[in-house]
């Protein structure tokens, strides 16, 4: 049973950092970041392929955000830069346990339970 613990929420102000963590037990092939912001649908933000390293971005955060691993602590990073009132958003991490590297929101197996990023302008 694979299972998903995301860290690194908070309250920045706009213009600020953070790092979200997302430990995963278990193997997993893809790993994602969605959010979803209040009184929105949940979208895509960031996917990494564990074998590949590929990664894939919405356009809304390409050139701000970062997504990362390290195989050895079964760890997804997210680095988001530059952050933004838009950017608020409960954040979570999500993976699936097939080989094929896919994205979509339909595609996931396994959820965190999500950590609130809060920015403030």
Same mark, same amino acid.
């Given at each position: ?13 706009? *213009? ?9 037990? *278990? +193997? %997993?092939? @893809? $790993?994602?970041?969605? +959010?979803?912001?209040?009184? #929105? ?6 996917? !990494? ?5 590929? @990664?894939?971005?919405?356009? =809304?955060?390409?050139? +701000?955000? %970062? ?5 050895? #602590? =079964? %760890?997804?990073?997210?680095? $988001?830069?530059?952050? @933004? ?10 993976? +699936? #346990? =097939?080989?094929?590297? $896919? !994205? *979509? !929101?339909?595609? $996931?197996?396994?959820?965190? #339970?999500? @950590?609130?990023? %809060?920015?403030?302008?």
């Amino acid at each position: 049973q694979v299972q998903l613990v995301e860290s690194g929420g908070g309250l920045v102000q706009a *213009g600020a950092s953070l790092r979200l963590s997302c430990a995963a037990s *278990g +193997r %997993t092939f @893809t $790993m994602a970041w969605f +959010r979803q912001a209040p009184g #929105k649908e949940r979208e895509f933000a960031a996917a !990494i392929s564990w074998l590949s390293g590929t @990664t894939d971005y919405a356009d =809304s955060v390409k050139g +701000r955000f %970062t997504i990362s691993r390290d195989n050895a #602590k =079964s %760890t997804v990073y997210l680095q $988001m830069n530059s952050l @933004t009132p838009e950017d608020t958003a409960v954040y979570y991490c999500a993976a +699936r #346990k =097939s080989v094929a590297y $896919m !994205i *979509g !929101i339909r595609n $996931m197996e396994v959820w965190g #339970k999500g @950590t609130l990023v %809060t920015v403030s302008s």
